[in-house]
């Protein structure tokens, strides 16, 4: 990265609040974006809603009809006490009520497995779609957007934000859609078996919910600390790994260990205490609701010894009650981790809205004869518009002239290979290229008439062929053969084994492999070359600088 870039980067003890689980801003436009963006899942979510619907009338209609069934083989069996008779269920007793009611179930269990699997496919193809989005939406973006955001940062948006938002949609949403249901119609049923229980049971429903509401907020508070914790160590890993080097040279090994020792402590200790507050919460609102039921069962039972209720109204009310209790004590956990998932797709569609670089014009021009012309004539540019970096800067590179850039730390050095190579637009003024305004050309065709190398070395996996003609995939074998001798390497490569198909691994940045961004682009016309590999190379300067 450029020195003077390093002036825009964010304080190193600036905290990782980018990274929480807070609410969303404005969670009804993100929830109709979001379904918005799942229309073409419309016929699929539609066959969702109609199982959550079939799924909670036949599981509310199973314990009623149960009932029924109870109170009928009670009645067969007292009857049967009576006269003295055998009691034995055939189809005309009771044998056709059970076989119903094992359909509802049944039916009740299918429509169960149904929804979950179309939910998690549909969650899944949300989430799929996004992710393509955004990893267009990285070529895209402007290269102030990498300046100002941590590699971390963005890498938690491609998974911690989606996988939630994954999550909750096949469990968190599935769940809410069939509470409401379960809950409503369950009260329903339970007042009209006995109002009275029903009370009792919606007291005690309200102190495990008051309950949860507190051990929620506080449990909130301790996930979002250890998000922002876990996404500290996610960067420092990443800002660690890729300068090991840098790291090294400075002898800061003891320290650098010691500052990721002390974050993951930091993480485990944010851990723990968010799982402690996670596991106590669950048997605090048990014993809350097993208190309920064993007093609804006294009050039950005085009713049944009274013939105020039935034994099949019994133990469906209790049915209904198991129904019921476990959605409401799961309200707060539902709805904040629901806050959360919308927050997550807030970030998402946020980075979606980032501002991308400016269109190609229409009508372009390009350069088939290149001279080897650069010129800049007034131009200003800031990587912000409160504070300009350059101003009325003009000068012009002749064919065939060699240009050394000097200037202090910050001064704008890199700053002008980046506006002629179009990684960043000027505010004003105008550069050319042989005549041309490079704004008229694409940025494919303005960039494949240049080659640069910096102090990084970068390569990725792949033959050694393959890394020459990166910048340019249909050279001949031919064409990489003379770029690798214009760069004096040739008969290194020559020397291996496999040649020019000889496999690079992490290794290949040490040694003589360090030179190989030098000789991917010894076939564009116009090279920059730092001073340090310069001084390195110095039988690649007049070749490789502009001609």
Request: net charge neutral; glycine share 6%; with cysteine.
């Amino acid at each position: 990265m450029s020195d003077e870039k390093e002036l825009f980067d964010r304080d190193p003890d600036m905290s990782f609040s980018d990274f929480d689980i807070g609410k969303a801003k404005d969670p009804a436009k993100v929830l109709k974006r979001l379904f918005k963006s799942a229309t073409h899942e419309k016929g699929r979510l539609i066959v969702v809603l109609c199982s959550v619907i079939i799924y909670t009338v036949l599981s509310i209609a199973a314990p009623w009809y149960s009932a029924e069934l109870v109170n009928m083989l009670w009645e067969s069996i007292k009857a049967c006490r009576e006269t003295g008779e055998v009691f034995c269920i055939t189809w005309q007793n009771s044998g056709m009520q059970i076989l119903i009611l094992a359909t509802l179930y049944f039916g009740s269990w299918v429509f169960s497995t149904l929804q979950a699997f179309l939910m998690a496919s549909f969650s899944e193809r949300i989430c799929l779609g996004l992710r393509m989005q955004m990893s267009g939406k990285l070529n895209r973006l402007m290269l102030a957007y990498y300046d100002q955001h941590k590699i971390g940062e963005v890498l938690t948006h491609f998974t911690n934000d989606l996988d939630r938002l994954s999550e909750v949609m096949q469990n968190g949403l599935l769940k809410f859609l069939t509470s409401i249901g379960m809950i409503a119609g369950s009260l329903v049923i339970m007042l009209r078996f006995n109002w009275i229980m029903t009370l009792i049971f919606m007291g005690f429903m309200g102190l495990s919910m008051l309950i949860t509401s507190i051990f929620s907020k506080s449990m909130f508070t301790k996930a979002e600390k250890r998000q922002e914790k876990m996404s500290a160590v996610t960067c420092m890993v990443e800002e660690y790994y890729t300068g090991h080097i840098i790291i090294k040279s400075f002898g800061r090994e003891k320290i650098s260990s010691e500052e990721m020792h002390r974050v993951n402590d930091e993480l485990a200790k944010a851990t723990e205490q968010a799982d402690f507050v996670m596991n106590a919460v669950n048997p605090a609102i048990r014993l809350v609701n097993r208190i309920g039921q064993v007093i609804i069962a006294v009050v039950a039972g005085y009713f049944l010894i009274g013939g105020k209720l039935t034994v099949g109204a019994f133990q469906a009310f209790f049915q209904y009650l198991n129904q019921s209790a476990e959605p409401l004590t799961q309200a707060s956990y539902i709805l904040n981790s629901m806050q959360s998932a919308i927050a997550s797709a807030e970030r998402v569609f946020n980075m979606l809205d980032e501002v991308e670089i400016s269109s190609e014009t229409e009508h372009t021009e390009a350069l088939n004869h290149v001279r080897g012309e650069v010129s800049f004539s007034h131009v200003r540019f800031g990587y912000t518009s409160e504070k300009e970096l350059m101003k009325d800067i003009s000068f012009t590179v002749k064919p065939s002239q060699k240009v050394a850039i000097v200037g202090s730390t910050g001064a704008g050095k890199t700053t002008l290979i980046n506006l002629l190579m179009r990684f960043y637009e000027i505010n004003s003024g105008r550069i050319t290229l042989d005549g041309v305004d490079i704004s008229s050309m694409t940025r494919k065709e303005l960039r494949s008439h240049f080659g640069m190398v910096l102090q990084d070395t970068w390569l990725f996996g792949g033959t050694i062929a393959e890394n020459i003609a990166y910048g340019k995939p249909d050279a001949t074998i031919d064409e990489i053969k003379e770029a690798a001798k214009a760069a004096r390497v040739h008969h290194f490569v020559c020397t291996m084994s496999d040649g020019y198909n000889t496999v690079l691994d992490n290794d290949a940045v040490k040694g003589s492999y360090s030179r190989l961004p030098v000789w991917c682009f010894a076939i564009p016309p116009f090279s920059f070359l730092t001073k340090q590999l310069q001084a390195l190379i110095p039988a690649l300067s007049m070749r490789l600088t502009v001609q």
